[in-house]
């Protein structure tokens, strides 16, 4: 089955509003990661965890015997694959920590063949580097993601763009790909869209947008000029719902990390959320933009409960909720 490619043999990316078998999460461990706060860090996880067992089934990689580098199993897991018998399968990517930022970790690189061991599902092998959190699909035939990140030399230099989206459509089948400019500040992984837009509907995304004078204000607006004027799969426009920005958050982050003055603006944004069988688990940071960014998704999801997740700690590592999971789609294996 492994033979040919997961388009040709009738695979597709689904949603992550589509029924769940099981979410992947790594608890974070990696005290260079959440530098003076890593137990705060674990405590709110925690809270996340329990709220999000209400839901759906969640698989810890430890508790199965699978170690990590660290915590961000949406870049360097599987990426799950579904057809319309509900066979799912999996892709294994190269994973070179965000453009080479940090150093080797190769036990994060092996978990998509790890979990597929211990799962029994199948799996494609990728010599192409591809995060999880770098793309974003309505299940349908539409992708999202930015060039700022996959046409970025640091990650698959000697592909070109047409190269990049045969990859995407052969490994994901996708038939239409909307490339946004760029991410946030203090987004270490050159701009993953999954702190920017994602797919609430097949026709809806909601992105976030920032006010006059804030630092991310004209990198969001160019990010929404091209939402506003982009089709889907069907040559039709996407409904958009625009997301407030928090406050600019900071953490003085160690000098050894970042070099010296290592003060920097954390990559907080209401858009890393997580979708799991009916609930939307949005990331929150005590500011006033918590309830607004709540509420707006109340509003465009009235069929699903939205739940607020503390993260102020928890996106110190440079991430949130999204980034911290790796949805399993149910099926069978194929």
């Known amino acids: 089955m492994n033979t040919g490619t997961a388009r040709t043999q009738g695979f597709r990316m689904p949603a992550e ?3 769940l078998e099981c979410v992947w999460l790594v608890r974070p461990h990696n005290p260079e990661t959440w530098p003076l706060c890593l137990e705060l ?5 925690d809270i996340w965890r329990s709220e999000l067992a209400k839901v759906v089934t969640v698989r810890e990689t430890g508790e199965v015997g699978i170690p990590t580098n660290d915590s961000w199993i949406r870049d360097f897991g599987p990426i799950f694959v579904r057809d ?4 799912v399968a999996g892709h294994s ?3 070179n920590g965000w453009g080479n930022k940090y150093e080797l970790r190769s036990l994060d690189d092996s978990v998509p063949e790890a979990i597929s061991k211990r799962t029994g599902l199948p799996l494609w092998d990728h010599n192409f580097v591809l995060e999880g ?3 974003e699909t309505n299940g349908q035939g539409t992708l999202l993601t930015t060039t700022q990140c996959l046409a970025n030399d640091n990650r698959n230099p000697s592909a070109r763009d047409d190269t990049i989206e045969s990859v995407l459509r052969e490994s994901l089948g996708v038939d239409n790909i909307i490339w946004l400019p760029g991410g946030i500040k203090g987004d270490d992984t050159d701009g993953h869209i999954d702190d920017l837009a994602r797919f609430i509907a097949a026709d809806t995304v909601a992105a976030i947008r920032a006010p006059l004078g804030h630092p991310d204000h004209e990198v969001l607006e160019n990010n929404w000029l091209v939402l506003a004027s982009a089709l889907d799969q069907d040559g039709l426009p996407l409904q958009l ?8 958050i900071y953490w003085d982050f160690p000098a050894d990390r970042f070099g010296p003055g290592g003060r920097m603006m954390l990559p907080a944004s209401h858009a890393n959320f997580l979708i799991a069988n009916g609930s939307v688990f949005v990331p929150v940071f005590g500011g006033e933009s918590d309830d607004v960014a709540c509420r707006a998704l109340e509003v465009a999801l009235p069929a699903f409960t939205v739940v607020p997740v503390l993260a102020r700690h928890l996106v110190v590592g440079l991430g949130s909720l999204h980034c911290l999971s790796c949805q399993q789609p149910s099926g069978s294996e194929a």
């Open 17 to 19: 509003w589509e029924a």
């Open 41 to 45: 860090a674990q405590d709110e996880w």
């Open 84 to 87: 319309r018998s509900r066979r």
């Open 93 to 95: 990517f190269k994973f």
């Open 133 to 135: 959190g770098s793309i």
């Open 241 to 248: 719902v625009p997301l407030p920005v928090p406050e600019p």
